[in-house]
């Protein structure tokens, strides 16, 4: 599909969401103004064209962005470990080329890890991280990561996205951290059905989550940050490249001008074929 008719197409399906939901307020209505509805029912009709609104938003992301393959995550493969030998999938140690299975997972102690999924996305962990493999998202459960063309899961929160690169952090107190690097992230809960409106959070900006999955105040990142975070532990070091990375010296560029590109995006790290 080339781009003139891909806009058209989003275009015609925008339309079509905001026809469906002016029709959802008439149905609830009756044809009659919203201010005769007596506070209950205005309530209840309001919730529900904010449930369909939000779902439609989130498949709408994904019908606009579509992956680049539309493959499941079933296997993660460490392809890189830095740092020592304390990495490990089941509680058991891992070396490279150890693959991790569905339901299960890779976790470190003082090492740090670059995994490939079979769907080409990849994750890099920090020290003292652990990460589920997930069919749906990759579920960081401890520590810090930096997700590359998956959807990741911390708590009860589900971040939807395509093509993008962003971290995610979950400390020892289960408060959480998303901050987006490159594309754009919509954060939503999982079981909160009546209040399904993602966040959206555009490269540049980050979000606090608290352990019961309460979503904070979208923030934009400070130069001070971002130069923090590349020249971090998820990205010094490593040899092989993550997919996307090639992208991020173009965003820095573009949103942090001012800011010298890190040796780690200037340096033309190898990228590895797909190891499955």
Known sequence: MNDKLRLR???NFKKQILSLTQRIKLAGNHGE???TLTPGRTLRWQSLVSFISGLLIVIALGWHNPPASAQRISQAKIVEILGGNQ?????????VNAVATLGQTVSTKQARVNLL???????RLGQNSALTVGSRCVRLRSGRSVVSGAQGCVGSIT???RGTVYLMEVDENEQAQV????GEVALSERY??????????????GINISPEGVLGTVIDLSKAEIEKIFTGALFEGFDIEIPGIDKLEEVLNEQFPQIEIPDVLRDNLPSIPNPF
């Open 179 to 182: 901050k987006v690097l490159q």
């Open 192 to 205: 909160n059905l009546w209040n399904p409106q993602p966040i959206l959070l555009r490269q540049g900006q």
């Open 159 to 161: 971040a939807v996205t």
């Open 9 to 11: 197409s989003w275009v």
């Open 87 to 95: 990495a490990y999938i089941q509680n058991k140690p891992a070396q």
């Open 33 to 35: 103004p919203t201010k």
């Open 117 to 123: 999924f079979n769907n080409n996305a990849g994750v």
